[in-house]
C-alpha cells in the first residue's frame, strides 16, 4: 500500500484528528459494504433467511483471529455501549454488592453499572489512580485498594476515553479472577491500537467498537463472552431467539437476529481488517503512535508540562490527551462543547475534543494513517493565535 491516506475521502478543508470519537471507514471497507448492500437489496429473503447466519459466523471467525480469541464467543453489537449493556442485564448484582470502576472510566459506562446497582441495591465505587501513571503494578494496587468483600464486578477500560491511556487490564483480571471477581473490560478504543489479545486477559466480557481505530462502518462492534457465560445469556431487547435458518441453536441466535437490520456493516468488518493488515498492524501503531507523541510534546509547552502519563507506547497508543491551560468549567463531553473546541471547528475547521475531566481541561488528538504532521501544525498554529486571544 503507497499512500493509504488517499483510501479516506474526508471532506476538503477540515482537519480531521477525532478518529477517537467517530472513526471515518476508508474507501475499501466502503466498497465491500456496497457490495453486501447489493446482495441484501437484490434477494432480502434469501440472504437474511438462507444466508445471513453463515456470513455472520464466517465474520465473527475473522475478527476473533485478529483480536485473539475463538469466533465462538463472540457476538456482533452496533457499539461498545450496548456489549456493556448485553453485561450489566446478565451478572447478577444483589443488595449490598460493589461495583468497582476507576476515575478514568467513560461516562455513559459509569451510568449503566450506575442503574443496573440501582435496580439491585447495590453500589458503585470508584478507584482514584495515581498521576501521572507511570507503573503498572502501582494502577493495579490503586484499582484492589477499593476492593472489599462485598466487590462484586470490576469494570475497567483497556484503553480509556477522555484520558486516552492505556491501563494494565490483564494484570487486573488475572488477579481478580483469583478472588473470584467478575471482570468487564471497556475495550472500543483498544482495537487495532493495541497489541494485546483478548485470549491473554481472562475477564469475563470484553465491550468493543470496531468503528474507531479498526475503520470498519461506523454502528460495529462486539462483545466477547467468556465461555461459562454464554448459556442463557439474555439480550436486551427480545426477538425470536433462534436462527432463521434451522439451524442447531446457539447462544448468539437471541442476539445476532434482533428482527429485521441491516448486517452489511458487520459483515464488511473483516474488509477493515484486510485493508489495515495489507498496511501493517504493528507499522500502523508505530506511524500513530509516533504522530501522538509529537501532538504530545507540542501542547505540553501550552501548559506547566504536565501529562497523564509517562511517554511510552506501553501508555497511549494513536491517541493523546494532554492537559491545555483553561479555566472554562463549560466542557462536557461529548456534551456541549468547550468554548475552544468550537472556536477550532467554526475559525479553522479542526475537528478535535476539548475535555473537561475532573478539574483540567484535557486536550484529546487522535492520529490515523490520514493523519499528517501538516494537519498537526494546523492545530499548533491555531491554538497559538487561541492563546494570544486569551490574553
Not at 477499593?146 to 483480571?173: D, F, G, M
Request: proline share 7%; aromatic share 10%; net charge negative.
Amino acid at each position: 500500500m503507497d499512500s493509504p491516506a488517499q483510501s479516506w475521502h474526508l471532506q476538503d478543508g477540515v482537519t480531521y484528528l477525532n478518529h477517537g470519537s467517530f472513526g471515518p471507514s476508508p474507501e475499501p471497507v466502503l466498497a465491500a459494504r456496497w457490495e453486501w448492500i447489493d446482495r441484501l437489496e437484490s434477494e432480502p429473503m434469501d440472504f437474511l433467511v438462507r444466508q445471513l447466519a453463515g456470513h455472520l459466523d464466517a465474520a465473527t471467525d475473522r475478527l476473533g483471529k485478529f483480536v485473539g480469541c475463538s469466533g465462538d464467543n463472540l457476538i456482533f453489537v452496533p457499539n461498545a455501549t450496548a456489549g456493556m449493556n448485553i453485561a450489566a442485564t446478565n451478572i447478577p448484582l444483589s443488595e449490598g454488592d460493589e461495583v468497582l470502576l476507576t476515575d478514568h472510566e467513560y461516562g455513559a459506562v459509569v451510568r449503566i453499572w450506575g442503574q443496573a446497582c440501582q435496580q439491585a441495591g447495590a453500589k458503585t465505587v470508584l478507584a482514584r489512580l495515581p498521576l501521572p501513571l507511570t507503573n503498572r503494578g502501582d494502577v493495579v494496587e490503586a484499582v484492589f485498594e477499593r476492593v472489599t468483600p462485598r466487590t462484586k464486578v470490576i469494570v475497567i477500560s483497556h484503553v480509556t476515553s477522555q484520558t486516552a491511556v492505556c491501563l494494565p487490564v490483564q494484570e487486573v483480571c488475572e488477579r481478580a479472577r483469583e478472588q473470584g471477581i467478575t471482570t468487564v473490560v471497556d475495550g472500543p478504543h483498544a482495537v487495532a491500537m493495541s497489541c494485546e489479545r483478548i485470549d491473554t486477559i481472562p475477564c469475563d466480557f470484553y465491550a468493543a467498537s470496531c468503528h474507531k481505530w479498526l475503520s470498519a462502518p461506523l454502528g460495529t462492534g462486539f462483545l466477547y463472552v467468556r465461555s461459562r457465560h454464554k448459556q442463557g445469556l439474555k439480550p436486551t431487547m427480545w426477538s425470536w431467539g433462534k436462527s432463521l435458518t434451522g439451524a442447531a441453536p446457539s447462544w448468539k441466535d437471541e442476539f445476532h437476529w434482533p428482527g429485521t437490520f441491516d448486517p452489511t456493516g458487520y459483515l464488511s468488518v473483516p474488509a477493515a481488517i484486510d485493508f489495515l493488515e495489507s498496511f501493517g498492524v504493528q507499522k500502523f501503531r508505530d506511524v500513530t503512535h509516533g504522530l501522538a507523541q509529537q501532538a504530545r510534546a507540542k501542547l505540553q509547552t501550552y501548559g506547566d508540562g504536565s501529562t497523564l502519563s509517562a511517554d511510552s507506547p506501553d501508555w497511549y497508543g494513536s491517541m493523546v490527551s494532554v492537559p491545555f491551560p483553561d479555566e472554562t468549567e463549560q466542557a462536557t463531553f461529548p456534551g456541549d462543547m468547550h468554548p475552544l473546541q468550537a472556536w477550532l471547528w467554526e475559525k479553522h475547521r479542526i475537528e478535535v475534543p476539548i475535555i473537561r475531566w475532573k478539574e483540567q481541561t484535557l486536550l484529546r488528538v487522535s492520529c490515523h494513517l490520514y493523519t499528517e504532521p501538516e494537519h498537526l501544525d494546523q492545530l499548533f498554529t491555531a491554538l497559538d493565535e487561541w492563546v494570544n486571544i486569551d490574553q
